[in-house]
């Protein structure tokens, strides 16, 4: 079993930055890979960012691509996501994920864990 708990979530004005973390349990951490998705009210869920389990490969939808950052420390058990220059389009609950199989990336499908989310606001 693996628990996923996000945090760093808050309100911000257009233009600022966050980092949100996720603290992972679980031995088999290093193994995974790891993403970050976001749900805006009334939308549905939708990929932000995944990270594979040595952290050389990265993925990102154009809407994010040069704004958002994923890192990962398999020492911590802890993937982050840098989020700069925000808009209000992205305010939502961002939530981090974990695959123990290789899959699609981008899809929520790919992912086995989940965790509770931590909401982003930003304001214009």
């Known amino acids: 079993q693996v628990q996923l708990v996000e945090s760093g979530g808050g309100l911000v004005q257009a233009g600022g930055s966050l980092r949100l973390s996720c603290a992972a349990s679980?031995?088999?951490?290093?193994?995974?890979?790891m993403g970050w998705f976001r749900q805006a009210p009334g939308k549905d869920r939708e990929f932000v960012a995944a990270?594979?389990?040595?952290?050389?490969?990265?993925w990102y939808p154009d809407s994010v691509k040069g704004r958002f950052t994923i890192s990962r420390d398999n020492a911590k058990n802890t993937v982050y996501l840098q989020m700069s220059t925000l808009k209000p389009e992205d305010t939502a609950v961002y939530y981090c994920?974990?695959?123990?199989?290789?899959?699609?990336?981008?899809?929520?499908?790919?992912?086995?864990?989940w965790g509770q989310g931590t909401q982003v606001t930003v304001s214009s």
């Open positions: 990270i594979r389990w040595r952290g050389t490969s990265t």
């Open positions: 994920a974990a695959a123990i199989q290789w899959g699609n990336p981008s899809s929520l499908y790919a992912y086995d864990y």
């Open positions: 679980g031995r088999t951490f290093s193994s995974y890979t």
